[in-house]
């Protein structure tokens, strides 16, 4: 299946599910959740799933650059295949999942977005810590 038509079944599966997906040009598909901007961003490796929440912690100086750093190592290791890190001066929390066929991420997309929101929720709580 190319890129073309995982984007579209992305898009046609959050469609029925109520979300409001839009393509952008390079093909990956952005959807709100909660208020929030999400992304599946797709790649060439077609049983390759990856739903992004980006941007969603500035880092402010290299202080808070190690503080996001040792938060995002904990996140990622208490919450199951979310992955947290910082990308320039912000923080991304993903989901990353081998689908075969990737018709089947389907069956596991709700539960993503949960794990997604966790390994979010992990970071804020280290985060928070004093």
Not at 76 to 100: M, N, R
Request: hydrophobic content about 40%; proline content about 5%; aromatic content about 14%.
């Amino acid at each position: 299946m190319d890129k073309p038509s995982r984007a579209k079944m992305y898009r046609d599966y959050l469609a029925e599910e109520g979300f409001t997906p839009k393509v952008d040009d390079d093909g990956d598909v952005f959807f709100k959740y909660e208020g929030k901007n999400y992304v599946i961003i797709i790649e060439d490796d077609e049983q390759f799933f990856r739903v992004c929440f980006p941007n969603f912690w500035s880092i402010e100086s290299e202080k808070e650059r190690q503080k996001v750093q040792e938060a995002a190592l904990y996140a990622s290791a208490k919450t199951k295949v979310a992955k947290v890190f910082p990308v320039q001066d912000d923080t991304w929390a993903v989901i990353e999942l081998f689908c075969d066929p990737p018709e089947s991420f389907s069956g596991v997309f709700r539960r993503s977005l949960g794990a997604l929101q966790a390994g979010v929720n992990n970071f804020m709580e280290k985060m928070h810590e004093d």
